[in-house]
């Protein structure tokens, strides 16, 4: 009942632009804070943004600059406004939603940056 779907990942060029959609059902989005994550094969599961309930919003240094956070917490949906993107963006991208010991995520779907 309680999901997260994720959308919009696909292939970009280098400097290309993507946003991904992360559409709440089955809990209170607006009560949750909202991350996205994105791992590249072989590597860690890296912290890429946050916004909070108040939508207050942090970056890592790897996206600053070029990527966006939002939430549209009437239409239950998170965003991740991405720009300027570079082949090291490549790497399936999961939204996140927590609140206490709640802790949501979406499916993950791929971002490939090449030419």
């Known amino acids: 009942q309680v999901q997260l779907v994720e959308s919009g990942g696909g292939l970009v060029q280098p400097g290309g632009s993507l946003t991904l959609s992360c559409v709440a059902s089955g809990f209170t989005f607006g009560s949750f804070s909202l991350r996205w994550y994105r791992q590249a094969p072989g590597k860690e599961r890296e912290w890429v943004a946050v916004?909070?309930?108040?939508?207050?919003?942090y970056y890592a240094d790897s996206v600053k600059g070029r990527f966006t956070i939002s939430r549209d917490n009437e239409k239950n949906t998170g965003f991740l406004q991405m720009k300027s993107l570079k082949p090291e963006d490549t790497a399936v991208y999961y939204c996140?939603?927590?609140?206490?010991?709640?802790?949501?995520w979406g499916q993950g779907p791929q971002v490939t940056v090449s030419s």
């Open positions: 916004i909070g309930i108040g939508s207050n919003t």
């Open positions: 996140n939603a927590s609140y206490g010991s709640r802790d949501y």
